[in-house]
Antibody, heavy 111, light 112 residues
Framework: QVQLKESGPGLVQPSETLSLTCTVS????????VSWVRQPSGKGPEWMGR???????AYNSALKSRLSISRDTSKNQVFLKMNSLQTDDTGTYYC?????WGQGVMVTVSS | DVVMTQTPPSLSVAIGQSVSISCKSS???????????LHWLLQSSGRSPKRLIY???NLDSGVPDRFSGTGSQKDFTLKISRVEAKDLGVYYC?????????FGAGTKLELK
């Protein structure tokens, strides 16, 4: 069955770079696109960007200058890197594929 | 960006009651392929969001037919008939027609 699982550090220092990994199973990254979505505590989700099945990427313009999404199809992994983190980047980060969501990873930006 | 406006922000409901949630978009959600990419999700407490309905009215696998979605263009509604305790949580509408994809602010469904 389709599964997505996020992993990465729970705590990041302000101004540092966040690196997250989404490991997928049950489908091929060359057939389906994967998006990253984040959600501050108590607020609605925010779409961050997408890795298309063909390797192209799309980003939320509000984050584009800080965000990079890449993949390793041999490992079934999609990566998110976002630099210059601030406290308002705190929240739960999810990877998703057409109706399927990972469990999320909580990221706290704090010194 | 397409703004998704959900109302009401919260609903108190008795078990067995029926409720409706409205979602209005700032732009038409009809894509160039003629399809409308408006979806409904439920986030139960402490859980990841779960999609219930895709493309306005199509139920995801395993979703009971007590849930139904209607609407077109910019105006959409989620109806839940005979609410059960497991239906409680926050409901979001989401559009994937336009970039960036956007979500409503949510409607919290709680017990009266």
């Amino acid at each position: 069955q389709v599964q997505l699982k996020e992993s990465g550090p729970g705590l990041v220092q302000p101004s540092e770079t966040l690196s997250l990994t989404c490991t997928v199973s049950g489908f091929s990254l060359t057939s389906y696109s994967v998006s990253w979505v984040r959600q501050p505590s108590g607020k609605g989700p925010e779409w961050m960007g997408r890795m298309w099945y063909d390797g192209d990427t799309a980003y939320n313009s509000a984050l584009k200058s800080r965000l990079s999404i890449s993949r390793d199809t041999s490992k079934n992994q999609v990566f998110l890197k976002m630099n210059s983190l601030q406290t308002d980047d705190t929240g739960t980060y999810y990877c998703t594929r057409e109706g399927h969501w990972g469990q999320g990873v909580m990221v706290t930006v704090s010194s | 960006d397409v703004v998704m406006t959900q109302t009401p922000p919260s609903l108190s409901v008795a078990i067995g009651q029926s409720v409706s949630i409205s979602c209005k978009s700032s732009q038409s959600l009809v894509y160039s392929d003629g399809k409308t990419y408006l979806h409904w999700l439920l986030q139960s407490s402490g859980r990841s969001p779960k999609r219930l309905i895709y493309q306005v009215s199509n139920l995801d696998s395993g979703v009971p037919d007590r849930f139904s979605g209607t609407g077109s263009q910019k105006d959409f509604t989620l109806k839940i008939s005979r609410v059960e305790a497991k239906d409680l949580g926050v409901y979001y509408c989401a559009q994937t027609t336009h970039f960036p994809n956007t979500f409503g602010a949510g409607t919290k469904l709680e017990l009266k």
